[in-house]
């Protein structure tokens, strides 16, 4: 089976200088266009395009506009309806795996990445249709052409013969070639952004004279807000707002706008998003409602919208969006209520509601803000593209994301491993209950589900995930007033001990260990204690403390080389002052390498930077614990196995049979134990005979649940028990030898309709349901990721040796997963594969067990290539 080929159909990419272009193939309609691009080239372009030849006309382009896909394929690039920039194309050769390729950029376009992008393009495509190899004849004065080949990230070949350069690329998607297709998306998206978060001027189309609605109070808050240039109300009637002279079109305003920010019904949007577009505006944030939320007319509609905004070159925020606000310019093109307090934590949500409410507690909690986006429903701009911007951002620190839905989570998860790197990504993901996860067929497809596959992202990409918002919170002000601990060891020192003790269940609940204080640190603390008090951990300090109390205790626990952090508990008594106790808690974090969380319990409210409970700091120290070992880890590597290349999947969309699995799996070098198969009872015990006994009898049946329908016998001792089994199970049967010998672990694929493949790895056997504990990780796994899977969970206690058991061999183990790893993203057809169990002992792993569902693969609907 192969995935089956679609004809491509529009794309969008992103160039260096932040503009957009939309790449679709040639068609027969397009003949006389592609002339007159060829004819508005210079003579010098046309020469090395054609290596010398400068006549075009209809039969010149013929080959362009009538190719048969996929042994050829024509992409052009349009800056407008009808209007040619660039056109690249490939041609099958008679080796079916290599193609000729070239392209043309016209002349007053070109070093923008016009022609890299048609080339990655060009290459996806090439690749989907079994080509390995672009060929290109380039004349040696052709630089910019020969640049493009070698900037691409492709292996590359070259020679000169005849006067001509030979160029081959190899189009395997190699870690260069992703590394530096990925830097280019980041240096484009940059780019496009910029006029969201600094503009120098801003128009509101729809800003209402009238108090009370969206586009007028959204105008008076860009007013209050101070903002550093210049905005401009745009309405019907060219009404004044807040005493600023208003226009009745954007078209009018005699200066260049920036950001336009529309607030018109819903089917006003694409009228006034045309005349702001005419006006060169490239950053268009749509307020209104009314677009793919609302359903099928939606969609339509916003479909056409991005269609204008592509046309223009131009990037989107919403529709349907509270709006954005940035503190670099003092921008608050938003219809909250209130203003943003200023600070360095960058947020983007999904629920304009949402952001609102984090708005209401983050003044409170001393929690300021960089930049907030609504990004509504993402007709453009992403977390994706949000995460990249806040990357090279000098005015962030932090990013918070509450997500409702991934866009593209395998490129989501290679930025935020980046950017997480250097700033921590704390995120709420809502809409992860199992109960709308799909009927699973299979062990590994029962245990996977979109918050596993959630949990895996954010896990391998570094990104803290936070439940609620209150932890959201919580965890912001955290990371941005405390060093990071150095481990998950907390020392909690309270003057109420039945706190202290919820302290210490919230702290392992989060992670966290509650180590014993070393002797010293014991002794020096009983110096200066009352009796009656607890030096041990939790140290007690009875409800006697004061601030000095405080302040002589906390710098002896932080001395302690045992504890990466502490917690510091206070409940208002009539013998101390919660401001004495602040401050004194507050003077010893100043001066320390450690971090000292604070937690009041008081009527006079929570102090800013301090916890109102017990259970609120020790999340949010374990998300902060869980940052720092993430960091500790390197980043890891994809190791290359050797696989075979030439092995093609069979067969229709269903489970494959007994053969077709293995041989499907030794393609794979993944370790299968020896079998037969029989198709008469007498047959069985001749397997035996052969293999060895004691004997396992198993039914051949595709996709069989052995165990529940009775379909497999084992520990069998004799040649005749082999036989009355293949007899009792009925049909062809396995035979296999019985094996005893290692720990009973679970590995396997699914792919996940929105995440992709992913990798399983936890406890086997037929309690693997019920343990529930197999973790998951997205493929293609690092070498990190794998010492991960076996070094956690429940597994990993089998894997280490269970009651006495010998160690697993874990370079065995770790080799099975990678192998997995590449099966899962060489064949996403594999829509689900258990290996159940897998015995792992002291001198390797095996299979003795396996089942493959293929289904054919449905490609993405997304028009967005970054």
């Known amino acids: 089976m192969t995935i089956e080929l679609t004809r491509p159909r529009a794309e969008d990419v992103i160039l260096r200088d932040g503009s957009t272009l939309r790449l679709r193939p040639a068609m027969p309609a397009d003949a006389s266009a592609l002339v007159e691009f060829f004819h508005r080239l210079s003579p010098e372009s046309r020469y090395l395009r054609f290596q010398g030849a400068t006549t075009v006309d209809l039969r010149t382009v013929d080959p362009y506009v009538h190719g048969s896909w996929p042994e050829s394929l024509s992409l ?20 079916p795996r290599r193609a000729e390729v070239a392209f043309a950029v016209r002349d007053e376009l070109q070093g923008r990445g016009i022609g890299m992008r048609l080339l990655e393009r060009l290459a996806v495509h090439a690749a989907d249709a079994g080509i390995e190899q672009f060929v290109a004849q380039v004349l040696p004065q052709n630089g910019a052409m020969l640049r493009v080949f070698g900037d691409a990230g492709f292996e590359m070949h070259r020679r000169l013969e005849g006067g001509v350069v030979e160029v081959r690329l190899q189009l395997g998607p190699t870690t260069e070639y992703r590394a530096r297709a990925d830097e280019r998306d980041h240096v484009g998206v940059v780019a496009s952004l910029e006029p969201f978060f600094r503009p120098r001027s801003v128009a509101v189309i729809g800003a209402s004279a009238r108090r009370g609605t969206i586009g007028g109070e959204l105008f008076r808050n860009i007013l209050e807000s101070d903002f550093t240039g210049a905005a401009y109300p745009v309405n019907a009637k060219g009404q004044p707002v807040a005493g600023v002279p208003a226009y009745v079109s954007v078209e009018d305003v005699p200066a260049q706008i920036d ?61 349907n969006c509270l709006g954005i606000a940035s503190s670099a310019v003092r921008l608050n093109a938003t219809f909250a209520g209130r203003r ?20 209401e507690q983050a003044e409170a909690r001393g929690l300021g803000i960089s930049s907030f986006v609504s990004v509504g429903n993402k007709a453009d701009v992403s977390s994706n593209d949000l995460l990249e911007y806040w990357q090279d951002d000098p005015d962030t620190d932090l990013v918070l994301l509450y997500l409702e839905s991934f866009g593209n989570p395998a490129k989501f998860a290679r930025i935020a491993r980046r950017v997480a790197r250097e700033k921590p990504i704390l995120a709420m993901r809502s809409g992860t209950s199992r109960a709308g996860a799909r009927a699973a067929s299979s062990h590994t497809a029962a245990l996977a589900g979109s918050d596993a596959a959630v949990e895996a992202l954010f896990r391998q990409a570094g990104v803290l995930r936070a439940r609620t918002l209150e932890e959201l919170i919580d965890a912001s002000v955290l990371l941005t007033t405390q060093p990071l601990p150095a481990g998950n060891r907390v020392a909690v020192v309270t003057n109420a001990g039945g706190l202290g003790i919820l302290c210490a269940d919230a702290a392992d609940a989060a992670g966290l260990t509650l180590p014993e204080l070393a002797p010293a640190t014991r002794g020096a603390l009983e110096a200066i204690l009352p009796p009656e008090a607890s030096s041990a951990n939790p140290v007690d300090l009875l409800g006697s403390a004061n601030g000095s109390s405080y302040e002589q205790t906390l710098p002896i626990v932080l001395a302690d080389p045992g504890v990466d952090a502490v917690i510091a508990l206070f409940v208002l008594t009539v013998v101390a002052d919660t401001a004495d106790v602040v401050a004194a808690i507050e003077r010893v974090r100043e001066t320390s390498t450690k971090p000292v969380v604070p937690v009041v319990i008081s009527a006079d409210g929570t102090p800013r930077g301090a916890f109102p409970y017990p259970e609120s700091a020790a999340r949010a120290l374990g998300l902060a614990a869980q940052r720092a070992e993430w960091l ?14 030439g092995y093609d999947l069979p067969g229709e969309d269903g489970w494959l049979d007994a053969q077709q699995t293995r041989a499907l799996l030794t393609a794979y070098g993944i370790p299968l134990v020896p079998e037969l198969t029989a198709g008469t009872p007498e047959q069985a015990a001749a397997a035996a005979r052969e293999l060895g006994l004691p004997a396992v009898v198993k039914t051949a049946a595709a996709g069989a649940h052995k165990t529940e329908s009775g379909g497999v016998a084992l520990d069998l001792r004799t040649e005749a028990e082999v036989a009355a089994a293949a007899e009792r199970i009925g049909g062809p049967v396995l035979v296999q030898p019985y094996l005893t010998q290692g720990a009973e672990l679970l590995a396997g694929i699914v792919q996940d309709t929105l995440f992709g493949p992913l990798v399983a790895f936890g406890p086997g056997g037929t309690l693997a349901e019920l343990i529930g504990s197999a973790r998951f990780a997205l493929a293609p796994l690092t070498d990190v990721d794998v010492e991960v899977a076996l070094s956690t969970g429940k597994a990993a206690k089998l894997v280490a040796g269970w009651r006495g058991a010998p160690p697993a061999d874990r370079p065995a183990l770790a080799d099975l997963l990678h192998r997995l790893s590449r099966l899962a993203v ?41």
């Not at 916003?302 to 529709?319: N, Y």
């Not at 390197?634 to 290349?645: K, L, R």
């Not at 001198?843 to 028009?863: H, I, L, P, W």
């Open 76 to 95: 052009l690039a349009e800056r407008a309806p009808g209007e040619v920039a660039a056109l690249a194309s490939y041609v099958q050769l008679r080796d």
């Open 259 to 319: 950001l336009a920010v529309v607030c018109v019904p819903g089917p006003a949007v694409l009228a006034a998003a045309g005349s702001a577009l005419r006006r060169d505006v490239k950053a268009l944030c749509v307020v209104s409602a009314g677009f793919a939320e609302i359903g099928a007319n939606g969609r339509a509609r916003q479909e056409e919208l991005l269609a204008l905004v592509r046309a223009h070159g131009a990037r989107l925020i919403g529709p």
């Open 340 to 359: 943003f307090p200023v600070g360095r934590a960058a947020f983007s949500s999904q629920s304009g509601a949402l952001g609102i409410a984090l708005l």
């Open 632 to 645: 500790r880890r390197p980043a890891g590597v994809v190791p290359d196995v050797a696989v075979d290349a």
């Open 826 to 866: 060489d064949l996403p057809e594999v829509a689900e594969l258990d290996l159940n169990p897998v015995l792992a002992g002291p001198d390797g792993c095996v299979a003795v067990d396996a089942r493959v569902r293929v289904a054919r693969v449905e490609r993405s609907g997304s028009v967005k290539t970054w």
